[in-house]
Nanobody, 125 residues
Framework: QVQLVETGGGLVQAGSSLRLSCAAS????????MGWFRQAPGKERELVAA???????YYADSVKGRFTITRDNAQNTVYLQMNSLKPEDTAEYYC???????????????????WGQGTQVTVSS
């Protein structure tokens, strides 16, 4: 069982930066792939970024070059650095964990069994 707690959301202006953090419980964090997903009202949940246990990273096209996902296995934490934020980045952001490094699993929210409660990111124009 993995418990996840996200922090770092907020209200910012377009062009600003935010860093989201996701703290995980358990002693096997390093064996999990971690993902950041987001969901805006009326829209489906979508991948933002993911990082495998081996450090391979995956990004949605809409955030490539602006967002960076990293993990600190010593701190059981995964981060999402978000730069050059746009109003269309406004959403609830969720951290999730899956015990697989298959790219098809890591990039699909439906395969993740463990989820945080979410943190709201609002970007004003």
């Amino acid at each position: 069982q993995v418990q996840l707690v996200e922090t770092g959301g907020g209200l910012v202006q377009a062009g600003s930066s935010l860093r989201l953090s996701c703290a995980a419980s358990g002693r096997t964090f390093s064996s999990y792939a971690m993902g950041w997903f987001r969901q805006a009202p009326g829209k489906e949940r979508e991948l933002v970024a993911a990082i495998s246990s081996g450090g391979s990273t995956y990004y949605a096209d809409s955030v490539k070059g602006r967002f960076t996902i990293t993990r600190d296995n010593a701190q059981n934490t995964v981060y999402l650095q978000m730069n050059s934020l746009k109003p269309e980045d406004t959403a609830e952001y969720y951290c999730a964990a899956v015990r697989s490094d298959s790219p098809s699993y890591v990039t699909d929210h439906k395969t993740y069994p463990y989820w945080g409660q979410g943190t709201q990111v609002t970007v004003s124009s």
